[in-house]
């Protein structure tokens, strides 16, 4: 499953600890909205399997690019200043 769906919606964000019990050391909830890059693609192509897909989570006013290189659980928050470069546009 892709990391984004299209439009904002409200995300929970988890950090855990190491296992084996994975305890779970924070929560927090912001926003989520499709990166500009993803949001374009898809508006070409008009699939939700793309990959690399990028979101941007926003957590008390902070702002952090969530990478997802291919369908798995595991997300990557992005330096690329590329990537950063178009958000600060918007």
């Known amino acids: 499953m892709p990391l984004f769906f299209f439009g904002i919606i409200t995300s929970e964000l988890f950090s855990r600890g190491p296992g084996p019990e994975y ?31 990028y979101a941007i989570n926003t957590v008390n006013g902070i702002q952090e690019i969530f990478g997802q290189r291919e369908p798995s659980d595991i997300l990557y928050i992005s330096d690329d200043p590329e990537l950063k470069k178009a958000i600060e546009k918007n």
Do not use: A, V, W
């Open 23 to 53: 305890r779970q050391l924070d929560k927090k909830i912001g926003m989520n909205r499709p990166h500009p890059t993803s949001d374009r693609l898809y508006q070409e192509k008009r699939t939700h399997e793309m990959y690399p897909n």
